[in-house]
């Protein structure tokens, strides 16, 4: 096959638009002239829309993981009592962290493929009164969970001071969060998900509440000490040598997205997976999270008459597509579809006509064509519903 030929279905890294691939390229700029200057004060009031803020978004040159560990260093110190959802491999790696650091971790484990309940955070917290920070992730990647994080950071500030730290990697660019009006106090992002960019950026959203612990927090840290951030930023710059050829990109990121519109890129993944669920749906192929939880950027599947495994393999080898496998204990058990960034319902048609093709060679039983047809009848009534 020819190996251009594949189409990334996973939930990152993404395509990238060829016009984003086009501004990566671009000459080398020196990091301390006003060329550089110029482009930061370009980005930084355009990326605050996609935080839901108006408050600051510090860039750093570095995975989406370096920010989570940013936001446990510069709010907390050693001893200190957390709160950690763990829903999948992404609240795991919150808790990974928050323990790597010494903290007091108090976990709230919740069933893969369910998103947590509000009311279980609220009894944590009156049960443990100390808290200082709730970790807890947006888009649960791993099984496609979206928990109502503006829900949880309106509670927990309406019963306690504790921060609320939200990974929100594989969401932001896809999904809108209101983080100023619901108190969300730190938002996380990276560049190679919904961002439509490869990896290397990672963003971090932070509240006045957040500041104020981060000035006062004592614990030592270097590169991921957002103060330094913060006051570079404030002067055009970067403490350190930025990934260029990605803030490149992310102008052209930006360009893309305000031209379509934010409140539209947000629909058009909500379209998507309403596209993508109806589809399984009438392909007899069980999806793991219910229509409640589900999130808007990437889709599981808990197949039962065939082995996600031999699906991947076969929609690759035969027709370079790309989906995701499960995680943890959910692997070989499920399989993830990501629709997000760079995606589009036209994928979406394409994406669930080659699945059934698969489905047939493993003998999976569906009406053939029900799966597209369900997906383009979602489709119908979505954008009939926005007329
Ligand atoms: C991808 C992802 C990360 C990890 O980001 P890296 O860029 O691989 O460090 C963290 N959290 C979530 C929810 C993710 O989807």
Known sequence: MNREWEILQIPGPTPIPPSVDRAMSQPMIGHRGQKCKALMEDLAPRLKPIFGTTGDVLVLSSSGTSALEAAVVNTTSAGDEVIVVVAGAFGERFAKICNTYELNVHRIDVE??????????EEQLQANPNVKA????????STGVMHPVEEIAERVHEVSEALVIVDGVSSMGGAALDMDGSGIDLLISGSQKAMMLPAGLAFAAVSEQAWSVIHENTRPRFYLDLRTYKKSLDSGQTPFTPALSLLFGLQEVLSLIEEEGLDKVHERHQIMKEMTRAAFRALNVPLLVSEEDASSTVTSVRPQTFKA??????????????????????????????????????NVLQYISIIEVVLKRLGHDFEQGAGTAAAQEAYLQATRELD
């Open 112 to 121: 893969w493929g369910n998103a947590v309940q509000v009311a279980a955070i």
């Open 309 to 346: 495994e031999q699906f991947r393999k076969i929609a690759n080898e035969e027709f370079g597509l790309m989906t995701a496998g499960g995680q943890g204990h959910l692997k070989g058990e499920i399989f993830r579809v990501g629709h997000m960034g760079y995606s589009r319902p036209t």
């Open 134 to 141: 709730v970790f807890v992730t947006h888009c649960e990647t």
